[in-house]
């Protein structure tokens, strides 16, 4: 050891050419932190790529596994250190990440090696403190100082002009003040009542509650009681949920279809939505909101983690292992990323391929989380939900008796119609689910089948033929069966199967004859035989009737040559429809077809609701070892990484590699729903925030990273978290502070003042205009024309036509019927597909996460809104709505209408034009016009 | 005022200046807010946004650097168009047809369908074509005949080989949905010099959709006004017309009451961006419902010109209907329509029959499919020429990716392969009778200058004057660009 260090040493001081012969200054201040900080990062202890060392002297020398010299000192070009930083094949330049060494760095390598790469022996081991280790980025560790990673601690409340009781105005009254503003004064009783209705539930106010509301501001001299009485009007509406919920299903990217190619639907995605809006009713404490997503399944909350599945899938699979890993990387990703975007408002997504630039996520991470979800696949499992699942057991209870009630009621009827035919010497006609014809016993060694006619002329098929022994004994079995005729090509249709002892269509025998064919067996002695039982499908859940013979002859024979009749279907009645009653008097038969009718229904019923709810809410399979991917080709694992948290950011826990699945979303759950996760809370009251004034306290909802937004009001957003937590986590709570704020209440009105300092309203000197967006649009016109149908829950409305192509084809319908008038939230909503109308409305399509939506202005959208057929129809609807309620008179159905569309009474020029407009053009014109309003979609 | 029924407001009321210096919160506030908040990334070159007046979106913006390009026209093959049997020549497939394709470690080629037979010759004879001699097949003559005006690139690589991603990635630049189009990013940045018309035009095929639909020319994250407006010479633009039931005194009635609804609402709120956008976007519409069908029009078109693009020729009517939205396409242009996507092929009928995705039968389907493309792209390229409009419009052609040199195992036709395939270039800023980049001697893999699609993308924007890693727009945690963090120019196919 002391004597190969003794030759190094030697060696590198020999090879020591001029330039940095002076001293090893050079490599000390410039090479080695360059090498260590550009290449350390994959070649270090942590990570050896290729198993390449730089900051270990006679690895580097020694170069990786390609086996070629790393730095061959005195000739850069054979160095393959130096090739590898110059080289002009893109795929193979190094550093693999970042840009590329700058011609400086690259010379100052260069010349280094031309000297022959003096490297002293103090140095000969890099330290530590040079390299990049993972999780140990220096960007990171600046970064963990970054605000939105300490812990949330209740700020004192600002002294001076608050409003009595709500906090918030001190926070946002010192921001302005300090920036020398005023706030504007509290909007009209209009103004507000339409504002705070379209926020907390997302429709226009009605009339009377705008009338009622202002009689109420009169009577009381103020807003103020009749304001809060409205707010927990609207916070108790189930409208709330509906409307909230939307901006959630943004936030995750829920949409009901798989995306990519085909981007076939998932009809049972909607339990979710449900599940996300009687949340938000229900005001359900977010902590455990935020658990039920993650890990509902261990919580009793099965719906909730649809989340985790909500979004795309690819299901275009290939024999191509690349791309199937692809796919496999691609589905964790987005379940990774979406979980660290809602809530915690991170972009956890960049360290898929290498450690996060701005904020402390490393690559190793990434891949702890995505261990997490690694046992996560789509599709659907059934919905268990105790208080709905005992209801459901008491249905099936119940409905078992009814069933049970009906068959043996069924029975009778059958008995008695078995009675009636033998009375009248008739036998019952043939059926799919046996058959029985007997014969006065005779000795027979063959018995054939012939078919003479089938349903529909189809090949005739038998699941089973059996011969009875006057014994008892089916002889059939233990014979040998030949056919005419066997219909090639199927596994479940063969031969051998018409003797096998087994029932239904998967063991069965087809004859390869339309119409006909016939099949018999040779039994293993001549023995005396009375009946022949056959059937079409005898299994225990028949499924086929098709192919039955109804027409047929049996007959037996000593010698397989001479053959003799023994029974055939003559006597039977004749086969179809709800025969089994025809021997009955009419009206008995009409009491029998009924109930095995009502039967019938019950059975379905039973056995649907039997096999219990089921929702696309993911399926959960014990992982394998989760590995973490060089630059995240899933083709280049490397070491194995355990489930765990995001450790610099107080998820240092970690499980082992072989933690139940289960167990790994638990624990993850819990950790980000705890109430000192510093980043849990603050991000859902930034949430709250960016929607009730368009923009949040920190203007980028879903990160709070180190790249983010700047709070505007810091301390404000750590007091809403903290009041959050502490009021056990009510997201109502935080909505009724803020409503009744003055800062939400106060006018909108522009002030050139206070536009010169503050043009974007961050410090809320006013309350923003905003556009609504395309749902609240849409139900909007729906709740103005008198159309909306409030039934809330269940399978959605499609705003597409039908389409059953593999590659589905979304056409936006035209027209439209009671079923599409539910509120938007219902909508069977696709992914990557906008309809043509609401789309150009800035709709998010679900394919990315949408935290907060652009509201643009396009021709397109004053196109759909002039002439779009929606729009057309329910114009109609808005004008015959208003002559419903008003009557025939111009005048009262223009100010109705204004009221309905507007919340406020037409202009006396208003009115005059209107009223033209309606004598001259009919009142779907101006219902058509004000529909076209900027006002109509605005909110002050 | 009568001529005029949506443009009372704007004009009289909206002083651009101001309304500048009051932000808004629509676009303006996306701007703006940009502008502000996220300016924190250490990079030497800081993003570019265009600042976008909200009342005039469409309103051109001046590049990062002088352009080569004014208009881009994106022609995009749907079903991935095999390079082999149309511009790539490879003399050596021919020698080694009907053997196996060599793999290096001699292990079984499973593709995205399977396993893999052996090497197929082109299934048209190559010929030299132009002045330049270049090798282009029998299956597309007349583009042929063009070759002198292309720049191909021989190395293009896919990172995806099934069509929904690859469709995403050459038109947004990733292969996950949700990211937006090259056209709406070049709309973002540049707006247009036509006033009357959307800034960025995708022409569907008149079989259909491609396969990803709206997804081609989606604004996604962009703001929903830089969209692609679909429309081709068949089916017009979207409630473009005046419905029926309404006569036209009724709907002029209706437009001047909303106008003053409108106009009235700006006089009690002066100074609010939103409403004056929307006022302003009344006004565009209703020059586009008079502009639209005008440029669809193609009753003015000389039988000549109708002739050359093969719009008359009764045998072939899909041609000649994909020929009328070549036709098109040359009117948007010389409106000065800034990005047109022409689509060729469509995915409702299913594969390989409305499209080039000849997986089991590629001879026949080729032979319905290469006519149809074929003489009207040519008679467009040429009008595009002779009317001097290609000096200023970069013509870009490309496919999902490219098709393998080997037929599939049991079967007549070729599978996907993202590994090497061809795209061209031609027109403005390109050179001519240029070849980059090259795949091996059969035609499977890109070997010499690999090119990715966000090299392209780089490109196309360089030509347009604009720097692709400084064209940004900040969603979700990220600036994000057309190509991601990847992307160089490819500096030897520039004039």
Redesign the interface.
């Known amino acids: 050891m002391r004597r190969a260090t003794a030759v190094a040493a030697m060696t590198w001081a020999a090879l020591a050419g001029p330039g940095f012969a002076a001293g090893d200054g050079p490599f000390r201040d410039r090479v080695a932190p360059l090498l260590a900080t550009r290449c350390g990062g994959c070649h270090g202890p942590a990570t050896a790529e290729g198993g390449f060392r730089i900051d270990i002297r006679e690895r580097a020398v020694a170069g990786g596994d390609s086996g070629a010299a790393g730095i061959v000192p005195g000739q850069p070009s054979a160095s393959t250190l130096f090739a590898r930083i110059t080289t002009a094949d893109?795929?193979a330049l190094m550093p693999a990440e970042g840009e590329p060494l700058s011609a400086e760095e690259r010379t100052l390598v260069e010349d280094w090696i031309a000297a022959g790469a003096p490297w002293p022996d103090d140095l000969r081991t890099l330290p530590p403190a040079l390299l990049p280790a993972s999780g140990d980025d220096p960007r990171h560790k600046r970064a963990r100082g970054h605000w939105a990673f300490q812990p949330v601690v209740r700020p004192a409340v600002p002294a001076g002009d608050g409003s009595p009781g709500n906090p918030i105005d001190s926070f946002v009254a010192a921001r302005l003040a300090a920036a020398g503003l005023q706030p504007s004064p509290e909007a009209d009783p209009r103004t507000l009542i339409r504002r705070v209705t379209f926020d907390l539930v997302g429709l226009p106010p009605s009339p009377e509650e705008i009338e009622a509301f202002e009689s109420a501001c009169r009577r009381d001299g103020g807003s103020a009681s009749a304001y809060r009485a409205l707010v927990d009007r609207l916070l108790a509406s189930p409208r709330h949920g509906e409307r909230w919920a939307r901006h959630w299903l943004d936030v995750v990217r829920f949409a009901e279809s798989n995306?990519?190619?085909?981007n076939s639907a998932r009809p049972n995605a909607w339990p979710y939505r449900d599940w996300v809006i009687a949340a938000l009713n229900d005001d359900m404490p977010y902590d455990r909101f935020v658990r039920a997503q993650i890990a509902g399944d261990v919580w009793g909350a099965d719906a909730a983690t649809g989340f985790l599945v909500g979004g795309?899938w690819?299901q275009?699979k290939?024999?191509?292992?690349v791309?199937t890993a692809t796919q496999r990387a691609?589905e964790l990703h987005d379940i990774v990323g979406t979980t660290a975007?809602a809530f915690l408002g991170?972009?956890v997504g960049?360290a898929r391929c290498h450690d996060h630039k701005f904020d402390p996520v490393s690559q190793v991470d990434y891949h702890r989380i995505k261990a997490v979800f690694a046992g996560v696949q789509h599709g659907e499992r059934p919905l268990r939900d105790a208080a709905a699942d005992a209801e459901r057991e008491q249905r099936i209870a119940a409905l078992e008796l009814q069933v049970a009630a009906q068959a043996a009621r069924l029975a009778e009827f059958r008995a008695a119609a078995a009675g009636a035919l033998t009375a009248a010497g008739l036998r019952l006609p043939v059926g799919p689910q046996g058959n029985v014809d007997t014969f006065p016993a005779v000795v027979a060694r063959w018995v054939r089948f012939t078919v003479r006619a089938t349903t529909g002329n189809s090949e005739p098929c038998l699941d089973e033929l059996e011969v009875f022994a006057t014994d008892g004994t089916n002889v059939a079995r233990a014979g040998r069966p030949t056919a005419s005729s066997t219909l090639a090509g199927y596994d479940i249709h063969k031969l051998v199967h018409v003797n096998d002892g087994r029932y239904g269509n998967e063991r069965s025998w087809i004859s390869a004859e339309p119409g006909g064919g016939w099949v018999q067996i040779e039994l293993a002695a001549p023995v005396p035989i009375e009946r022949v039982v056959w059937s079409r499908d005898r299994s225990p859940q028949p499924r086929f009737s098709d192919r039955l013979a109804i027409r047929y002859e049996i007959a037996v024979s000593d010698d397989g040559a001479t053959w003799r009749m023994v029974a055939s279907d003559a006597g039977r009645m004749p086969h179809g429809p709800a025969a089994d009653f025809a021997a009955l008097a009419p009206e008995q038969r009409a009491e029998a077809e009924a109930l095995a009718a009502r039967h019938a229904a019950t059975s379905t019923e039973l056995e649907k609701l039997a096999a219990g709810p089921r929702g696309y809410v993911g399926t959960f399979v014990e992982p394998g070892p989760t590995h973490r991917l060089f630059r995240g080709d899933p083709m280049a694992p490397r070491e194995e990484v355990p489930p765990g948290g995001l450790s610099q950011l107080g998820g240092s826990w970690e499980l082992a590699g072989d933690a139940p699945e289960q167990a790994r979303r638990q624990r993850l759950a819990e950790w980000i729903a705890a109430s000192d996760n510093p980043l849990t809370a603050r991000v859902i009251v930034n949430r709250l925030w960016h929607h009730h004034f368009?923009?949040g306290i920190v203007?980028?909802p879903?990160?709070l990273?180190v790249?983010?937004?700047?709070p505007s009001h810091p301390e404000l957003l750590d007091w809403l978290a903290a009041e959050l937590v502490s009021s056990g986590w009510r997201l109502k709570h935080v909505h009724r502070l803020i409503v009744t704020s003055r800062a939400y209440r106060q006018a909108s009105?522009?002030r050139p003042d206070a536009?010169a300092v503050d043009?974007?309203?961050r410090l809320l000197w006013r309350h923003?205009?905003?556009?609504l967006e395309a749902e609240a649009i849409r139900d909007a016109i729906l709740a103005v024309s008198g159309s909306l149908d409030t039934r809330m829950g269940g399978p959605g409305f499609d705003l597409f036509e039908p389409n059953g192509?593999?590659?589905k084809?979304?056409v936006?319908k035209e027209a439209f019927g009671a079923d599409e008038f539910r509120r938007m939230v219902y909508q069977s909503k696709p992914?990557?597909?906008?309809d043509?109308?609401f789309?150009?409305?800035?709709c998010p399509?679900a394919?990315?996460?949408?935290?907060?939506r652009?509201?643009?202005?396009?021709?397109?959208?004053?196109?759909?809104m002039?002439?779009?057929?929606f729009l057309?129809d329910q114009a109609e609807r808005f004008a015959s709505r208003v002559e419903r309620e008003v009557g025939v008179d111009p005048d009262r159905q223009v100010a109705r209408a204004f009221l309905l569309a507007l919340g406020r009474p037409p202009?006396p020029?208003?009115a005059g034009?209107?009223t033209a407009?309606v004598r001259?053009?009919?009142l779907a014109?101006?219902c058509?016009?004000?529909y076209?309003?900027?006002?109509f979609i605005?909110v002050? | 005022m009568r001529h005029h029924p949506l443009s009372a407001a704007g004009r009289h009321l909206l002083d651009r200046r101001e309304f500048l210096q009051w932000g808004g919160t629509g676009l303006g506030g996306v701007a703006l807010a940009a502008l502000l908040g996220h300016d924190r990334l250490l990079t030497a070159a800081p993003p570019i946004r265009p600042v976008i007046d909200p009342a005039a979106p469409f309103a051109a913006r001046p590049p990062h650097f002088p352009a080569k390009a004014r208009n881009v026209l994106l022609v995009f093959c749907s079903g991935a168009l095999s390079h082999v049997d149309t511009f790539d020549h490879k003399p050596e497939l021919v020698r080694r047809h009907d053997t196996p394709l060599p793999i290096p470690d001699g292990g079984k080629l499973v593709t995205f369908q399977g396993e893999q037979g052996n090497l197929v010759k082109p299934l048209w004879e190559f010929r030299p074509r132009g002045e330049s001699g270049t090798m282009t097949s029998d299956l597309l003559p007349c583009l042929g005949a063009l070759a002198d005006e292309m720049c191909f690139i021989h190395s293009m690589t896919a990172r995806s080989n099934t069509h929904g991603p690859a469709e995403n990635q050459m038109a947004t630049g990733f292969t996950l949905d949700g990211f937006p189009s090259a056209g709406a990013w070049v709309s973002y940045a540049l707006g247009s010099e036509c006033s009357d018309l959307p800034a960025f035009v995708a022409i569907p095929d008149p079989r259909g959709g491609p396969q990803v639909g709206p997804r081609q020319w989606q604004s996604a994250f962009l703001p929903a006004v830089f969209q692609g407006t679909a429309f081709n010479a068949d089916r017009p633009i979207a409630n473009l017309a005046r419905p029926a039931g309404i006569s036209p005194t009724a709907d002029r009635a209706s437009r001047e009451f909303i106008a003053r609804l409108n106009d009235d609402e700006l006089r009690r709120h002066p100074g609010d961006g939103d409403l004056a956008a929307r006022i302003a976007a009344y006004e565009l519409a209703a020059r586009m419902q008079l502009a639209a069908p005008r440029i669809a029009d193609l009753s003015g078109e000389t039988v000549a010109t109708l002739d050359s693009y093969g719009a008359r020729d009764a045998a072939n009517p899909l041609k000649a209907r994909f020929a009328r939205n070549c036709i098109l396409a040359r009117r948007l242009i010389e409106q000065g329509v800034r990005f047109v996507q022409l689509f060729n092929g469509a995915y409702a009928m299913g594969e390989g029959v409305g499209n080039w995705d000849g997986h089991k039968t590629l001879a026949k389907q080729y032979a319905v499919h290469g006519p149809i493309l074929d003489q009207p792209l040519a008679g467009l390229l040429s009008d595009l020429k002779q009317r001097g409009l290609l000096a200023e419009t970069l013509v870009v052609f490309v496919t999902e990716f490219g098709r393998m040199p080997t037929f599939q195992k049991g079967a007549s036709g070729r599978d996907h392969n993202p590994a090497g395939f061809t795209v061209w270039l031609a027109g403005a800023g390109v050179r001519r009778a240029f070849h980059h980049g090259a795949t091996d001697e059969f035609g499977y893999k890109a070997v010499t200058d690999v090119a990715t699609i966000p090299d392209l993308h780089a490109t196309i924007l360089h030509l347009l004057g604009i720097d692709h890693t400084r064209l940004t727009f900040y969603h979700n945690g990220i600036e994000r660009r057309l190509t991601d963090v990847h992307g160089h120019v490819i500096a030897p196919i520039l004039a």
């Open positions: 893109r795929e995306g990519f190619e085909t795309p690819d275009v290939s024999p191509d292992p791309l691609d975007s991170l972009t960049c368009g923009t203007d980028t879903s990160d990273g790249n983010g937004g700047v009105d522009p536009l043009a974007l309203d923003p205009p905003r556009r192509n593999y590659v084809v979304y936006t992914r990557a597909e906008l043509a109308f789309g150009a409305f800035d399509d394919s990315q996460v949408q935290p907060r652009t509201a643009s202005t396009t021709p397109l959208q004053a196109l759909n002039l002439n779009g057929a057309l202009t020029t208003e034009l209107a407009l001259e053009h009919g014109l101006v058509r016009s004000l076209n309003a900027n006002e605005t002050r």
